[in-house]
Structure formats: structure tokens, C-alpha cells
């Protein structure tokens, strides 16, 4: 809704002395409260009910080195997220910040994206977040199968049949679930669970607090629905390129600062339970424990139910892009009808195997996937002076044959010693400085004119 236009005869109506000032103050307000809806929608966008999950066990991990640990991951997650988003803005598509790589390779690269935040990995990983947070601890004899089944099938129906109601749903949600958080990060912060203890339980907190960071999938996320929030922007009357920059940048720091705040709460939460659960080694189960002990049974209903009906609702939306996407990409042969039968019948049975075991397969996959990305974004920014030489394909390629041995050495367990040589792989950055030595060898190597052409 274009909120100009609401307030059309209010603006009229100014007149007299004085009413040229009162219009402009009137528009400062509303064009603030544009901002406001655009930063909230940006913030829905990166908030995934499924997320919650991990700021708490990241803290519960780096114990008095929490700080650092959320850190490295609010930078893994939002910082590259919003920087995807302003790569997206600045050129037009992802399309247009994957087509370095080739055309054939940025089909496989947007398809293995949209797959991770489809069907392999992101649905299925909501509606395990369902079971065990929001179901299991208030009815522990549910079977997961059965549970499963009407949960996809709610999706189903609401996809093939568009709806109102799921739109509706998740803008109620959205609020609801921050009110809640935010209750509950306040009532631990004055009333903390726990001391928070002088040790680290894992072996490494920048590379844990990465790799927690990339479990989210908001960058995957940003690359794929950004252009979106920009439409959002400009059906609000940021027309102009600048005047949208502008309201994205605003936009981006009010979800900055909300996601801060929560995110950070959340693993200062979980840094404050390693002397009352140790032994705790569930994400979702971990979240409900702390749930309990600060709100009590009550509580941890209602957000239970606040929770099952955003990922309820995030799963909807992210079933009808995926269909979208492949209906898109094999030009109408396959119906979205078809399609979304397909994505929901394979998150199924992904689902089933369980929110831990889910997370575990994830993380190999987005660690293959993240360099590329990442790499392509940042080129993104120097695209025109990039497109005669082979610089982004060299770099990512790579970056994914180094990420390809660190996931067979620290996943399989095969010996590849030579990659504790290299600076930052102890952070799980190993893949920068080959990266950045492919590249600067792909600069010097002329692309052809038809390839800079398509490019």
C-alpha cells in the first residue's frame, strides 16, 4: 500500500500560515514511518523463527568468550547479508552478480541455493524446529511421522490454494515472537539462570561462531529475495536510485539493531547455563530449557505456539519460491503445482531425520557454498572494471577446491595437512588467500569479447 496516497486529503487540507512548514513536518513523519514498515519487513526477512535456535547454543559453547563468538557470527550472518542486499540493489539481480562465473555455472549456483533454502535444508529444518520446540516438550508422545505429515500438509493446500491468511499470520507473528524474545532476554539479563563460567567448551570460537553464522542461510537468503525489499521500497515512494539507497540504508540499520539486540541477548542467555546444563547438546532443546526455567510452563506455550506458526508460515513462503524459481528455470515445462507437490513431499521426508541431524548435514554444504557467494558479492561492487578478465570465476573456483579438501579433511576425516598451513584456516577461512592469488591470475588472463559480452 502506497501510504502517500492515504494521507492525500489530510496533506490538502493544510492551509494558512504556516502550512507549508506543517506539510513538511508531516511528510518527515510519514516518510519515517515508511521507513519504519520497510525496516520491519527486512527484519521478518532475516529473522527465521528456525534461527532462534542457534545464538543460544553458540553461547552455551564459548562460554566467557561469548562476545567474541557472537560476534563472528552476527558479522557471518547480517554483516554479509545486508552486504548481499546492497549488492543486489547496486546491480539490478542476482543474476547479474552470479553471470561472472558463466551462465551455465550461475544456473547451478542459484539452483544449490534455492535448494538449500528450500527444500534440502531450510523447510525441512522448520518444521523440525516445530516438533521439538514447539510440540515435543508440551506432548512428548506425538509421533514426529505423524506430525510431519499434517505439517506439510497444511503447507500443501495453503500453496496450491493462495491465501490471505498466511500473509495475515506472519505479519501478526513477527511482532508477537520479537515481544516474546525480547521478554525473555530481559527477564535473563536481570535474573540470570546462571554465572557465566570461566571456560570454553569448544575448540575454537571464531570458527564456531562462523560456522553458526552460515547455519542461518540469511546471505543465501538476502541473494535470493532482496530485489524484493527493494520492490517494497519503491511501492512506498522511494522511487529514485539514490532516494531507495537511502531508505535500504535506513532500513538495514533498523533491523541491524533490533537483530543485534536479540541475537546477542539470546547468546548471553546461553553462555549463562554451562553450569546448569553441560551436558546439553540438542540446539532446540537447549532454547526450550531456558524457556522454562525464565517464563515458566506458560511461557514456553505460548511461545511454542508463536514459533510452530512463524515456521508454519516461513515454510509456506519458502515452498511457493522454490516452485517459482524452478517453474521459472524450466520455463513452464514443469507446472508450480507439480512443483510444489515435488518440494513438499522431499522436505518430508528430509524433515524426519531429525533437527540435529539436519543441522549436521547443512554445515558441509553451506561451507562449499558460502566462499562462492561471498566472493561474487564483493565483486559485484567492481563488476565493470572485472568484466574483461577472469578474476570472479578464478577466485571462486578456487576457493571451492580448498573448501572442498577442509570438508573432506575436518567432515570424512581425510588427511590433508597442508591446508593448516594457510593463514585464517584455523578460522575456517583458509580459502581467502588462494582465493585472492586465483584471482589476481584471472585478472591478468583477457576474457573474450562475446564472454564479457554476456557477462
Sequence with gaps: MNLSSEYTEDIRSLSGRGAHKRGELFMQKLSGRKLLLIGFTLFSMFFGAGNVIFPPYLGLGCGREWVLGFLCYYLADIGLALLAMFAVLRSGSSDAITRPIGRIPARVLMSAVVLCIGPMLAIPRTAASTYEMSLQPLASGVSPVVFSVLFFLVIL?????????VDIVGKILTPALLLGLLVLIVKGMLDPIGPVPDRVLVDNVVRTGIEA??????????????????ESARKKGYEGRKECSRAMMGACGISAVLLLFVYGGLTFLGATTIDVYPEVTDNAKLLSMIIQDLLGFGGMVLLGIIVGLACLTTSIGLTSATASYFETLFKGKVSYKTLVVVVTVFSFAVSNIGLNQIIAIASPILSLLYPVVIILVICSFFKDRLLRCYLPG???????????FDTLHSTFGMNFSFLEMLPLDSMGLGWVLPAVIGGLIGFFVPRK??????A
Design 157 to 165: 493446500l495453503l500453496c496450491l490454494r493462495e491465501s490471505a491468511v
Design 213 to 230: 553464522g552460515y547455519q542461518t542461510m540469511d546471505v543465501l537468503a538476502a541473494l535470493c529475495f532482496s530485489i524484493i525489499i527493494v
Design 394 to 404: 578464478a577466485a571462486c573456483l578456487v576457493a571451492f577446491v580448498i573448501t572442498c
Design 449 to 454: 569479447a562475446k564472454a564479457a559480452e554476456e
